[in-house]
């Protein structure tokens, strides 16, 4: 069974720091792209970063360029998103997902195999 699994989110100050990280297990993590999506409440969900299988290039969204940092480590079978900076518009659910090749794409579909997510909320 393909998993990925999610933690390190919580509640922090504006300003503050967060290392999300996901743990993939039951495939090849190394040739595989990964990305990080956020689901704020009410909203829908949003792809924040992405990254290639071997980490030769990546994705960030407008919103969290120059605060949010996308790194994955193949021998760990583990994915990172470091956020600084954070804002309360942060606040949201955040999900590592799987995709379909070695290369990201900014398609959600292809993304198919999601974790449960963790949360992170952004408030004073």
């Known amino acids: 069974e393909q998993l990925v699994v999610e933690s390190g989110g919580g509640l922090v100050q504006p300003g503050g720091s967060l290392k999300l990280s996901c743990v993939a297990s039951g495939f090849n993590f190394d040739i595989y792209a990964m990305g990080w999506f956020r689901r704020p409440p009410g909203k829908a969900s949003e792809l924040v970063a992405a990254?290639?299988?071997?980490?030769?290039?990546?994705y960030y969204t407008d919103a969290v360029k120059g605060r949010f940092t996308i790194t994955r480590d193949n021998d760990l079978n583990t994915l990172y998103l470091e956020m600084n900076d954070l804002r309360p518009e942060d606040t949201a659910l955040y999900s590592c997902?799987?995709?379909?090749?070695?290369?990201?794409?900014?398609?959600?579909?292809?993304?198919?195999?999601w974790g449960q997510g963790t949360q992170v909320t952004v408030t004073s």
């Open positions: 997902a799987s995709g379909q090749g070695p290369l990201f794409s900014l398609a959600p579909h292809s993304y198919p195999n």
């Open positions: 990254i290639n299988s071997n980490a030769d290039n990546s």
